[in-house]
Antibody, heavy 116, light 108 residues
């Protein structure tokens, strides 16, 4: 059974940093690309960042480029999102999602709140 | 960036009725379109991929059609558990991967 468990969310001040993690099991982690997708309160889904199975290729939405860094540790079956220079508009539930040409599995999400 | 426009924003229907949800792309995405269902407090779930293929475990009452710029998700007869928000998403031209704004299917 595929399981994806995000952690690391919380309350952070504008300009601060946070690192999200997504621990995965039930599939061959290194075989699949992964992404982070976020959802602001009461709003729709927005793709944030993606990474290839090997970790060699990374992709970002313009809104986070230069501030967020996606990475993975295939030995630990874990996906990360380092978020720096956080802004109020980054407030959202962040989901990790497994990419198999589509997002076929999602974690339960972790809430990031950027506020003073 | 490919923009996906979903309509209507809200669809009010009775259980047992047929639901037709629309997704229009700002440029052709061929058949590289998926549909997701999201219930309150839950993560999205993949329903349909490549425009018309049901994902594993998805009931046959869900069907997808379309190609190019115009797509439809049809729920043939609404069950109580189908009242949710539905999103379309394209992978034809990325980054970025993009989602539509969503259609909420609510009980009338």
């Amino acid at each position: 059974e595929v399981q994806m468990l995000e952690s690391g969310g919380g309350l952070v001040q504008p300009g601060g940093s946070l690192r999200l993690s997504c621990a995965d099991s039930g599939f061959t982690f290194s075989t699949y690309a992964m992404s982070w997708v976020r959802q602001a309160p009461g709003k729709g889904l927005v793709w944030v960042s993606g990474i290839s199975g090997s970790g060699d290729s990374t992709y970002y939405a313009d809104s986070v480029k230069g501030r967020f860094t996606i990475s993975r540790d295939n030995s630990k079956n874990t996906l990360y999102l380092q978020m720096n220079s956080l802004r109020a508009e980054d407030t959202a539930v962040y989901y990790c999602a497994k990419w198999n040409n589509w997002f076929d599995y999602w974690g339960q999400g972790t809430l990031v709140t950027v506020s003073s | 960036e490919i923009v996906l426009t979903q309509s209507p924003a809200t669809l009010s229907l009775f259980p047992g009725e047929r639901a037709n949800l629309s997704c229009r792309a700002s440029q052709s995405v061929s058949r590289y379109l998926a549909w997701y269902q999201q219930k309150p407090g839950q993560a999205p779930r993949l329903l349909i991929y490549d425009a018309s293929n049901r994902a594993t475990g998805i009931p046959a009452r869900f069907s997808g059609s379309g190609s190019g710029t115009d797509f439809t998700l049809t729920i043939s007869s609404l069950e109580p558990e189908d009242f949710a928000v539905y999103y379309c998403q394209q992978r034809s031209n990325w980054p970025p991967l993009t989602f539509g704004g969503g259609t909420k299917v609510e009980i009338k």
